[in-house]
């Protein structure tokens, strides 16, 4: 019987070495697919041995020897058993012919699941292999079009640096091309200047005819005056005096001496000019609103009865005659052609416009 355990071992060990090496060499995606197979097929293996082994051990036992077998005795501490015979059977020293065909169905059965296993393993093997090599194609595929697409990127920005720089050369072209024109066209100026210089030499050595000076323009005409422009007031119009007539003063005197023109204050008709008793050489004009201007205490006498007069035209000189106490011009505004008809003289003359006092 001592070669049925050894033979045993032997069966299992070859089946787990043969189950963990398979296990062991078959990649991720082998592994998933033989497992069934391989468990299935070491199954029935040792089913298999088994059953061979059974008779296999019975034939072993019967054909020992019947006189061969050793004797165990077992007597526990403190008792007295009768001793007990108990025979194990002893191996022969050869085995039968039963032993040897179960043997010989295990091997084949053995050798040929190892020849399916390998042959299973070489195409898991051929499979990895295949699907590596098409992740590996795939791979290099992804990174040929990612490397295709970069160029191609690469290559549209070149074409628009191309573009724009171009668009500016041609841009500099133009510019450099109206700079020229530019430059061109004083020349072109310049080389016809000297035929167009003759006729203008012809026409420079004629005598310019000499333009007709414009008449001088006439000095403004004054609407209103002064009697006697820049003069100074010595004695004003109304001032109280009991010498005169009236009790006051019925024109405004301007201090000036013999010999000064007097001037017309506005456009008139000379009503008199002469003698005129305390206001000695007088003039009366009047005056186109009809207010009458009077000139006394005159040197000399610029105009006569029924002459047209116009404003700032000069109608006679300052004097000293008639009653008067020194050179100076005594000049009345009067409402009617009388004596003490009178209004403020330089009042008047400013409503009107006058300005040159």
Do not use: C
């Not at 290099?140 to 074409?159: G, K, N, R, W």
Request: glycine share 10%; proline share 6%; net charge negative.
């Amino acid at each position: 019987m001592r070669s049925l355990p050894a033979t045993g071992r032997r069966l299992l060990q070859a089946v787990s070495t043969r189950h963990v090496r398979s296990v062991l060499s078959a990649g991720p995606l082998t592994t998933a697919r033989l497992a069934p197979a391989k468990a299935l097929a070491s199954g029935v293996a040792v089913v298999a041995a088994g059953a061979l082994l059974i008779p296999t051990g019975q034939a072993i036992a019967q054909s020992a020897h019947p006189d061969g077998h050793d004797t165990v005795t077992a007597t526990a501490e403190g008792t007295h058993a009768q001793p007990q015979d108990f025979r194990l059977p002893v191996q022969g020293g050869t085995e039968s012919e039963q032993a040897k065909t179960a043997k010989a169905a295990v091997v084949a059965s053995l050798e040929r699941d190892g020849g399916q296993g390998g042959a299973q393993d070489a195409q898991a093997r051929q499979d990895e292999q295949a699907s590596r090599d098409q992740q590996r194609t795939e791979l290099l595929a992804t990174e040929q079009q990612q490397s295709d697409e970069h160029a191609d990127a690469e290559h549209a920005e070149a074409e628009h640096a191309d573009a724009e720089q171009q668009s500016t050369d041609q841009q500099g072209g133009e510019q450099q091309q109206d700079a020229g024109q530019q430059q061109e066209q004083p020349q072109a100026e310049q080389a016809a200047a000297p035929a167009e210089q003759p006729a203008e030499q012809q026409q420079a050595a004629a005598p310019a005819a000499e333009p007709t000076p414009a008449p001088a323009p006439e000095p403004a005409k004054p609407s209103w005056s002064s009697p006697a422009p820049g003069a100074t007031i010595s004695n004003p119009y109304h001032k109280t005096n009991a010498a005169y007539a009236a009790g006051y003063h019925t024109g405004t005197d301007f201090a000036v001496s013999v010999g000064t023109p007097v001037l017309a204050v506005g456009d008139a008709t000379v009503v008199s000019s002469g003698y005129a008793g305390a206001y000695g050489n007088q003039i009366v004009l009047k005056l186109s609103d009809g207010r009458f201007a009077q000139y006394a205490h005159l040197s000399q006498l610029g105009v006569k009865a029924g002459q047209h007069v116009d404003a700032g035209q000069q109608v006679g000189k300052s004097g000293n005659t008639g009653n008067s106490h020194g050179p100076h011009l005594h000049f009345e505004i009067r409402t009617a052609n009388q004596y003490a008809k009178v209004i403020d003289p330089v009042a008047y003359l400013k409503q009107h416009g006058a300005n040159n006092f």
